[in-house]
């Protein structure tokens, strides 16, 4: 089996349905109702899922089928889990500006900016919520070295970089490929670096590393 780890936002799913040959249909919140990148997941964080009790996994996985050749997604952080019991793990990894960047803005576009919460904020408050959130983006979900492991930044899949294309050019993915950046156009705005959300993702990098709150003009 295969074991795919991700945190949220960083389309497991798109890679689920790519390694499966499947199709699978559109969640509102963006993501993909893939079986197969649901089964591993015994919860989440808002930044990284490195807090949990890996017996919970194991005993998770342990009701899939015999037979299921199949992914197995999970938000866990494999650091914890034993690999050796799968044939193959693929790691995405946000250890990179730019991979942190475009997991927050998937993350803000698809969830956060649409919640009811968001939609009452005006001026300031608004800011002061972007950039708090934002915080939480930060925090890499760094890769793991072992001899079963590949890890991916999740900017080479959104790049589409040679990294990527390496890791999955003996599957037909063209099709996943297409849905994917229509669903995520946002990512691909010539203006997406100088766009209000990354702008808060500065700010609240600039908070966290100088401890000291960013002034506005």
Request: charged share 25%; hydrophobic share 35%; net charge negative.
């Amino acid at each position: 089996m295969k074991l795919i780890c991700f945190p949220h936002y960083t389309c497991g799913g798109l890679l689920c349905d790519i390694f499966e040959q499947k199709f699978s249909s559109v969640r509102i919140d963006g993501g993909l109702r893939s079986f197969g990148h649901s089964i591993g997941k015994i919860g989440d964080s808002i930044d990284v899922y490195d807090d949990y009790d890996p017996a919970v996994f194991y005993k998770k996985i342990s009701e899939v089928d015999s037979n299921y050749s199949g992914c197995i997604g999970t938000h866990c952080h494999p650091g914890k889990i034993d690999l050796d019991q799968f044939n193959d793990v693929v790691l995405i990894t946000t250890s990179t500006y730019r991979s942190k960047v475009y997991r927050w803005i998937r993350a803000y576009h698809h969830y956060f900016s649409v919640t009811e919460e968001w939609k009452k904020l005006q001026g300031i408050d608004r800011i002061d919520k972007q950039r708090e959130t934002a915080k939480n983006y930060i925090k890499p979900f760094n890769p793991v070295k072992h001899k079963n492991v590949t890890n991916i930044e999740f900017s080479d899949i959104v790049e589409n970089s040679e990294n990527f294309q390496f890791l999955i050019n003996k599957f037909d993915y063209a099709a996943h490929l297409d849905r994917w950046r229509q669903l995520n156009d946002f990512l691909y705005d010539t203006n997406l670096w100088w766009s209000a959300p990354v702008q808060r993702f500065h700010e609240a990098e600039f908070e966290n590393n100088l401890n000291f709150s960013y002034r506005y003009e």
